[in-house]
């Protein structure tokens, strides 16, 4: 009795050995499994009327082709302050992301292209510069918007959630004008008024989500 439970044990040891461990971490669309804080960015033919200013929501309306700015807020929550982008203004409150700017995020930010194939549309963070004299306010203030640019398409097929942290929570510049590119994260007080500047082309649904889980982003001298 005691050889046929061993061999029955072996056999159940030899195939758990030959069955491949299953990432826990990842869901069938690409992004991580677990809580997080969804939004979606509506593209629309037609401009809103209403106020949507402090109607909270997990959505923004922008236009469905032309450019829209999406200004950033830094606070405790995520939370739409402006829903209306077809103005060709909406605004957003986030966390800061990096704090000590070490290139180790506290939360990640996951984006998908969703709706009718064939639109797309462009996302830069983008601050303003305090130009020459150094002095935030005067005449000579910059807009200076990063290097790195998430371009979004709705293809055919099923749409993934990719991994944007590096676009959308950072501006990768030469802050400076050295000739070298710095890495400012959002609310950095080298920068000032940070956004994402929004040039949408026909497409209908971007979906963010933002899951508290870090990521590790380039170095500026990898830009």
């Known amino acids: 009795m005691k050889n046929k439970l061993f061999s ?10 030959l069955v491949p461990i299953q990432p826990i971490a990842a ?31 997990h959505r923004i309306f922008v236009k469905l082709d032309g450019n829209t700015r999406i200004l950033l807020q ?8 402006d829903a209306n982008g077809t103005d ?23 984006a998908r292209a969703l709706g009718k194939p064939g639109g797309k549309a462009t996302m830069n963070t983008c601050a303003t ?5 150094g002095v935030f306010g005067t005449a000579d203030d910059e807009k200076i918007c990063s290097l790195l640019v998430l371009e979004l398409e709705r293809s055919k097929g099923k749409s993934t959630f990719e991994n944007v942290s590096k676009y959308l929570l950072y501006v990768y510049a030469d802050i ?40 590790t982003v380039p170095d500026p001298s990898e830009i």
């Open 27 to 57: 869901t069938g669309n690409g992004a991580p499994s677990g809580a997080h804080y969804n939004l979606n960015i509506i593209g629309v033919p037609k401009n809103k009327t209403a106020d949507m200013t402090g109607s909270s929501g």
């Open 88 to 110: 060709g203004t909406a605004s957003f409150q986030l966390p800061n992301p990096d704090p000590n700017n070490d290139g180790v995020t506290e939360y990640s930010v996951y």
């Open 176 to 215: 400076d004008e050295d000739g070298d590119v710095e890495r400012v994260p959002l609310f950095d007080d080298a920068l000032q008024g940070y956004l994402w500047d929004y040039d949408n082309n026909g497409l209908k649904l971007v979906q963010l989500r933002f899951y508290p889980e870090s990521t």
């Open 74 to 81: 830094e606070g405790a929550e995520y939370q739409v302050i």
């Open 129 to 133: 510069g305090a130009g020459d004299d």
């Open 8 to 17: 029955l044990a072996s056999s159940i040891a030899l195939v758990a050995s």
